[in-house]
Nanobody, 123 residues
Framework: QVRLEDSGGGSVQAGGSLRLSCRLTGFTYQYYCLTWFRQAPGKSREGIAAISSESTTMYADSVKGRFTISKDNAKNTLYLQMDNLQPEDTATYYC?????????????????WGQGTQVTVSS
């Protein structure tokens, strides 16, 4: 059974940093894509950063240059380093996985999801 457990959210002031983690269990595909999504109140869930099994990456324009996605294969863990956080980054953040290597930020293409972790940025 595939399980994604995301963590690391919290409250920070504008300009601060947080690192989110997502531990995957039971996800044994050789080729895959792992992605971070976020959903702010009243808005749709948007993909913001993706990484493939070959470690290629893709970012949404809204986070490019501020957020960095990475993975540790030995620990079966996905990360999102978030720097220079702004109030508009306030949202619930979710990790997601799909057993295909093509990078995509389309939420409809993901099979597995974490439960979400809240990030709140104050001005």
């Amino acid at each position: 059974q595939v399980r994604l457990e995301d963590s690391g959210g919290g409250s920070v002031q504008a300009g601060g940093s947080l690192r989110l983690s997502c531990r995957l269990t039971g996800f044994t595909y050789q080729y895959y894509c792992l992605t971070w999504f976020r959903q702010a109140p009243g808005k749709s869930r948007e993909g913001i950063a993706a990484i493939s099994s070959e470690s290629t990456t893709m970012y949404a324009d809204s986070v490019k240059g501020r957020f960095t996605i990475s993975k540790d294969n030995a620990k079966n863990t996905l990360y999102l380093q978030m720097d220079n956080l702004q109030p508009e980054d306030t949202a619930t953040y979710y990790c997601a996985a799909r057993p295909f290597p093509q990078l995509t930020l389309d939420r409809d293409r993901y099979n597995y999801w974490g439960q979400g972790t809240q990030v709140t940025v104050s001005s």
